[in-house]
């Protein structure tokens, strides 16, 4: 069983519709979460980043972490063509992700059509 | 302007042919890593760096070494490439809580 599951899509929606991507993890040691985005043929970029239990809110995005469940979601509102990307979660153990090993889930593509 | 770079970008070579990739940082970051990307695995974490000359195993190290001598540079090297490590390589750095900035990848193909 992999540390991290995910969903790999692909998921298609429509302009403006609320998306939800999730991952589920196995290792309760994990205390920093994460969500990137990846374009083609590019390296990921950070989007959020959260270390506790509930919701962190940034613009069109929110991240919520359920600890209990082992269980993170990503909701992005109202989205536009330009979200459409491959979405990818983290995690790791420490507080401080930089300076530990990260395990990343296999990473859902996402398209929004116009 | 920040930046992560990496060379090469793509790379053919054949089995068992030494090869290092270099990655180059200018945020003067602690932390540095290096990622192998497969289909269906995502990202897979093969060694990081906390700082010079301190470097860890992460997820995936059989095959590969590294080395920190200078803050700036985390070369990933191949001594005896093989089929199975044919993928796409990220390098990544950052600070304490930062964001990391990922480079924009070696395609790595081994025959």
């Known amino acids: 069983q992999k540390e991290v599951e995910q969903d790999p899509g692909p998921l298609s929606v429509p302009e403006g519709a609320i998306v939800s991507l999730n991952c589920t993890y196995s290792?309760?040691?994990?205390?920093?979460f994460m969500w990137y985005r990846q374009y083609s043929r590019k390296g990921p970029e950070l989007l959020m980043y959260?270390?506790?239990?509930g919701n962190k809110e940034d613009g069109r995005f929110t991240a919520q972490v359920d600890k209990s469940s082992k269980y993170i979601s990503l909701f992005i509102r109202d989205s536009q063509p330009s979200d459409s990307a491959t979405y990818l979660c983290a995690m790791s153990p420490l507080k401080y992700s930089s300076a530990s090993k990260i395990i990343f889930g296999s990473g859902t593509r996402l398209s929004i059509r116009p | 302007e920040a930046q992560v770079t990496q060379n090469p970008r793509y790379l053919i070579t054949v089995t068992g042919k030494k090869l290092t990739v270099t990655c180059s940082q200018n945020m003067n970051h602690e932390y540095m890593s290096w990622y192998r990307q497969d289909p269906g695995l995502g990202l897979r974490q093969i060694y990081y760096s906390m700082n010079v000359e301190v470097t860890d195993k992460g997820d995936v190290p059989e095959g590969y070494k590294v080395s920190r001598k200078e803050k700036r540079n985390f070369p990933l090297i191949l001594e005896s490439p093989s089929p199975n490590q044919t993928s796409l390589y990220f390098c990544a750095s950052s600070s304490t809580q930062s964001e990391q900035y990922f480079g924009p990848g070696t395609r790595l193909t081994v025959t």
């Open positions: 959260t270390y506790s239990s």
């Open positions: 290792n309760s040691a994990f205390q920093y």
